[in-house]
């Protein structure tokens, strides 16, 4: 069974810091781009971030120098390192395996208090 469990969300306060993890089915993540993604509510769900199997990265600009997106091979988790947290990094953030196949998770909501 494909899965891609969420973990590490929850509510910080502005300056702070989360650690995101995802945990996926070892057959869709060897060889997929691992992303994160997010979804404010009213908007639509955007890349905050995605990672090679090379770990090739590519950030959205909005969280560019302070999030880090990272992954372990022998684990099969994919991560992303929240620093320096605004208020408009609220959302529930999605983590996605991409390879011929396009399988998400269930989402982790993230609160950041001003």
């Known amino acids: 069974q494909v899965q891609l469990v969420e973990s590490g969300g929850g509510l910080v306060q502005a300056g702070g810091s989360l650690r995101l993890s995802c945990a996926a089915s070892r057959s869709i993540f060897r060889f997929a781009v691992m992303g994160w993604y997010r979804q404010a509510p009213g908007k639509l769900r955007e890349l905050v971030a995605n990672i090679t199997?090379?770990?090739s990265t590519n950030y959205a600009n909005s969280v560019k120098g302070r999030f880090t997106i990272s992954r372990d091979n022998a684990k099969?988790?994919?991560y992303l390192q929240m620093n320096s947290l605004k208020p408009e990094d609220t959302a529930v953030y999605y983590c996605n395996s991409k390879g011929g196949w396009?399988?998400?998770g269930q989402g982790t909501q993230v609160?950041?208090?001003s």
Do not use: F, K, L
Request: no cysteine.
């Open 111 to 113: 609160t950041v208090s």
């Open 53 to 55: 199997r090379d770990e």
């Open 76 to 78: 099969s988790t994919v």
């Open 102 to 104: 396009d399988y998400w």
